[in-house]
């Protein structure tokens, strides 16, 4: 638990990051989302955070999120198909 809290905060931190030289806000956009997997006990907390970061629509967010399950997602990361986890403890 201590470690996905510690994920979230680093998370919440990177989002509110700013280019220091323009005061420009770092944003990411539905087209520029990285790629989510993890477990299927992380959905809601990726589809939470990709609504409150990138503005989308909850219910068409949980029709279009999916997570191929702890084991799954590190071969997809290791095969270059997501760019992120949401995993607990392998």
């Not at 638990?1 to 979230?8: D, P």
């Not at 220091?20 to 989302?33: D, F, G």
């Amino acid at each position: 638990m201590k470690k996905l809290f510690l994920a979230l905060i680093f998370t919440l931190m990177l989002i509110s990051c700013k280019n220091q030289a323009n005061q420009i806000p770092l944003s990411l956009t539905p087209e520029n989302y990285p790629r989510v997997d993890g477990s299927t006990a992380t959905l809601p907390l990726a589809i939470s955070l990709r609504s409150k970061i990138t503005g989308e629509n909850i219910k068409s967010l949980k029709l279009s999120t999916s997570h191929t399950k702890t084991n799954d997602s590190f071969y997809e990361l290791i095969n270059d198909n997501t760019d992120l986890l949401l995993v607990y403890t392998p």
